[in-house]
């Protein structure tokens, strides 16, 4: 449910920013993301080979860990422009 939650909050503030590198930002993070939960939750129920892919936020691996990391952080960022672009207009 959280994933789904991350799906739909990242594509929310794609939807409400004019702005394309913003967009453009959001929708990589989140197709980053869940690409990885896919290949991963697909894996592990049969429907394709295990590639080794991490599953963001719950398996251990520090290059993972930090690349998901950072591409969160790129996301609060761009939401919290996002939202401030809102209030002044």
């Given at each position: 449910?959280?994933?789904g939650?991350?799906?739909?909050?990242?594509?929310?503030?794609?939807?409400?920013?004019?702005n394309?590198?913003?967009?453009?930002?959001?929708?990589?993070?989140?197709?980053?993301?869940?690409?990885?939960?896919?290949?991963?939750?697909?894996?592990?129920?049969?429907?394709?080979?295990?590639?080794?892919?991490?599953?963001?936020?719950?398996?251990?691996?520090?290059?993972?860990?930090?690349?998901?990391?950072?591409?969160?952080?790129?996301?609060?960022?761009?939401?919290?422009?996002?939202?401030?672009g809102?209030?002044?207009?």
């Open positions: 449910m959280i994933y939650f991350i799906l739909i909050k990242g594509l929310i503030y794609a939807n409400k920013t004019n394309h590198f913003y967009k453009l930002m959001c929708i990589g993070v989140v197709s980053y993301l869940f690409i990885q939960v896919f290949v991963n939750l697909a894996g592990i129920s049969d429907l394709i080979p295990l590639t080794g892919v991490t599953l963001p936020l719950l398996s251990y691996g520090g290059s993972s860990m930090l690349s998901v990391s950072i591409a969160f952080a790129v996301l609060l960022a761009v939401a919290k422009n996002i939202k401030k809102e209030k002044v207009e």
